[in-house]
């Protein structure tokens, strides 16, 4: 019947831990991958780990939690830069000796989802910035919840971590759920006519690092 999910708290199931290797920049990195899974939402997050014996280093996790977003992750849409942070998110986890990185699918849009995210796109191709386009179409600025990202880290037996992300919220989120950010990297990337406005709005309106 083979290895069944395992409970590590009163509200998520892991699956068994195995082997990713993944292509990156021309190289391969052999990580691992554990999925954690909410019993009560039902929502879901994808924990890639390079846990490197063999390099020296510190004990300090260095941690990215990504959103997920279908357009930029897959796609390459030029309209945010989440492919662009993912990208330079994985160079740092793949040169880091012990680090992960936390994949949430249902962060797509902010929390809102991929429907609503394109209605606020339309919103935003008529004038308004992402701000006020989501409050438009009346979903939240930002609906995203960082508890099963916390989750996650603590599963691994850590309670502090380097952190990868320009946005100060997720900072304060994980210091709610008792983890310590020891450091915030930023995640700069080069700016471009399609999403100059949207990092403007990051920067000026949601206080991201920029």
């Known amino acids: 019947m083979g290895e069944q999910p395992v409970s590590c708290g009163t509200n998520v199931d892991r699956s068994p831990r195995v082997r990713l290797p993944i292509a990156f920049r021309g190289a ?3 990580f691992d991958a554990c999925v954690y899974r909410c019993k009560a939402s039902g929502y879901e997050a994808i924990a890639l780990i390079n846990e490197d014996k063999s390099e020296p280093g510190d004990d300090l996790l260095t941690a990215r939690i990504h959103s997920g977003c279908l357009t930029g992750d897959v796609f390459h849409s030029l309209r945010c830069d989440c492919h662009a ?25 902010r929390g809102i989802g991929l429907f609503d995210k394109i209605r606020a796109y339309a919103m935003q191709d008529l004038g308004l910035d992402t701000v006020d386009a989501n ?3 009346g979903a939240p600025i930002d609906a995203r919840e960082y508890d099963l990202a ?3 880290i603590l599963d ?4 502090k971590v380097r952190l990868l992300t320009n946005k100060p919220r997720k900072v304060d989120a994980l210091a709610e759920e008792g983890i310590e950010v020891v450091e915030q990297v930023p ?4 700016a471009s006519c399609h999403n100059a406005r949207y ?10 690092r920029l």
């Open 28 to 30: 391969e990195y052999p």
């Open 85 to 109: 942070q993912l990208q330079a998110a994985l160079a740092c986890i793949a040169a880091a000796p012990a680090s992960a990185l936390i994949y949430l699918p249902h962060h797509e849009g």
């Open 135 to 137: 409050l438009r179409i």
């Open 150 to 152: 916390a989750h996650v």
């Open 156 to 159: 691994l037996g850590l309670s």
């Open 187 to 190: 995640l700069i990337v080069s």
């Open 199 to 208: 990092l403007n709005t990051k920067r000026n309106r949601l206080r991201h």
